[in-house]
Nanobody
Framework: QVRLVESGGGLAQAGGSLRLSCVVS????????MAWFRQAPGKEREFVSA????????YYENSVKGRFTISRDNAKNTLYLEMNSLKPGDTANYYC??????????????????WGQGTQVTVSS
């Protein structure tokens, strides 16, 4: 069984930064494509970013391009999301997701097989 545990969320001011982490256990982390999604209250879960198994390919939702950076450390079984220039609109519960292959439809949450429980990010204006 694959287990994903997020951490690093919290309260930040607009313009500030946070770094999220997702530790994966149970299977070979380096085998998985990984992603971050987020869900704000009353809204659908939305794609934020994804990364291939070896980190060579990264993908971002338009609103976070240039502000967020996804990365992974396969030796530490850990996925990261560096979030800079935060905006109140970034407020959401952030989830990491994993799958054996990079889905064709990255933004489709149903394409991702494994999920963490989420970490809350709140950005004040």
């Amino acid at each position: 069984q694959v287990r994903l545990v997020e951490s690093g969320g919290g309260l930040a001011q607009a313009g500030g930064s946070l770094r999220l982490s997702c530790v994966v256990s149970g299977r070979t982390f380096s085998s998985y494509a990984m992603a971050w999604f987020r869900q704000a209250p009353g809204k659908e879960r939305e794609f934020v970013s994804a990364i291939s198994w070896n980190g060579d390919n990264t993908y971002y939702e338009n609103s976070v391009k240039g502000r967020f950076t996804i990365s992974r450390d396969n030796a530490k079984n850990t996925l990261y999301l560096e979030m800079n220039s935060l905006k109140p609109g970034d407020t959401a519960n952030y989830y990491c997701a994993a799958d054996w292959r990079l889905p064709g439809a990255l933004g489709n949450q149903y394409e991702w097989h494994y999920w963490g429980q989420g970490t809350q990010v709140t950005v004040s204006s």
